[in-house]
């Protein structure tokens, strides 16, 4: 196996691994005809479910291992005693220049830990990101971080917002993509020091960065700006709320169309409507989250997914190889470290 469309996928990842991995990939395959993948797992489990499938099995190599990492793992247990698990020989082929990128639908700290250890920081990256892309009102909006750094400093935040902003030119196909920093309000002197500090920063940053300012937590969903930069404990509470309100309108249109025989008959006619809604914020069709800032491409699908949904999220690795993202990303953040930033604040202490 050769060139960049090779893929490292830990097959033992997930809910419903490695079945759901397999079937996903065979999704995957139809729309990337020329992938490659190396298949990290149980070859007893994985062998009869390729069998399954005469294309994929061509473009499919097994690597064999019988441990794995499990969702109730510790993070220190898997990166310490997990060593020979599919998700660290995935990223570890990674490292040694077989594949040029991993997916895994497994523990996600486990992940992070192991791929940040193996792949390290791209230089000028303290920490890396979890980043997405979630549906709006408007367009798809990049938001970041999503649970991988609990606490962030101002430079954390410019970080993430140079790597965001190079995610939605790059994935989103935006030219010049707008970011704001997620705040308890949009007036200036809101927020704690590390937003005011970063927010002052992208003011003055001299990168083709189109900073909107503060945004709220209703401006996610309005589509108020491209990119939403925030810390990964915010991120992930914001996230893992907006996900469960979409299932609660879901679940309460349903019961609103079953509760009658009229109800039922507006159903039945607004049923094509429903069908676009239902698409439009299937969690599946946004399965695939990139951790920005590493040294390889490593997408973390989401553990309870299907199959469909992990094929998604096998084309946005695909998508993010072809289009050398961490190339962008290290060429803005080398600008950046050659020409610090003189803000209001650096003027008034040197007088």
């Given amino acids: ?26 999704l995957a395959r139809q729309g990337h005809p020329n992938a490659k993948f190396l298949v990290f797992g149980d070859e007893q489990r ?13 473009c499919c190599e097994i690597r064999h291992t019988d441990e794995m ?5 510790k993070v220190a247990t898997a ?34 830990a192991m791929a940040k250890f193996v792949l390290r920081t791209l230089p000028g990256i303290d ?21 991988a750094n609990v606490d962030c400093s101002a430079e954390n935040l410019v970080q993430f917002a140079v790597m965001g902003e190079v995610f939605a030119r790059n994935v989103l196909g935006l030219s010049k993509p707008s970011v704001g920093i997620l705040n308890i309000g949009e007036e200036e002197l809101k927020g704690n020091d590390a937003v005011q500090s970063a927010s002052t920063t992208l003011q ?42 979409a299932q609660m309108m879901g679940v309460l249109l349903k019961e609103a169309f079953q509760n009658s025989l009229l109800g039922k008959l507006g159903g ?8 676009k809604f239902k698409a439009k914020f299937d969690p599946r069709q946004h399965n695939g989250a990139m951790f920005l800032g590493l040294n390889g491409i490593c997408v973390k699908s989401h553990g309870g997914t299907d199959a469909f949904g992990f094929s998604h999220a096998v084309g946005v ?31 008034v202490e040197e007088k």
């Fill in 79 to 112: 990166l310490r005693g997990k060593r020979n698990s599919s998700m660290r020989l995935a990223i570890n082929a990674v490292k040694d220049g077989e594949a040029a990128g991993i997916v895994s639908a497994g523990n996600t700290g486990a992940l992070m």
């Fill in 1 to 26: 196996m050769s060139g960049n469309l090779n893929i490292s996928i830990d097959a033992m990842g997930g809910d419903c691994a490695p079945d759901m991995v397999i079937e996903g990939l065979e």
């Fill in 268 to 275: 039945f006619l607004a049923m094509p409507a429903l069908k």
């Fill in 317 to 347: 690795a695909m998508d993010l190889l072809n289009r050398n993202i961490n190339e962008d990303i290290k060429a803005d953040l080398e600008w950046l470290a050659t020409h610090p930033v003189t803000t209001d604040t650096d003027l």
């Fill in 127 to 147: 920490r890396p990101a979890i980043a997405t892309v979630l549906p709006t009102q408007k367009e798809d909006v990049v938001m970041l971080d999503l649970g």
């Fill in 204 to 245: 003055a940053i001299d990168l083709p960065i189109s900073f909107y300012g503060f945004v709220e937590g209703d401006d996610i969903g309005a589509g108020t700006v491209d990119v939403v930069v925030t810390d990964g404990f915010t991120g992930n509470i914001a996230l893992k709320t907006a996900e469960g309100t």
């Fill in 69 to 73: 990492v499990t969702n109730e793992d």
């Fill in 46 to 58: 994985i062998a009869p479910l390729l069998s399954k499938f005469t294309e994929l099995s061509k």
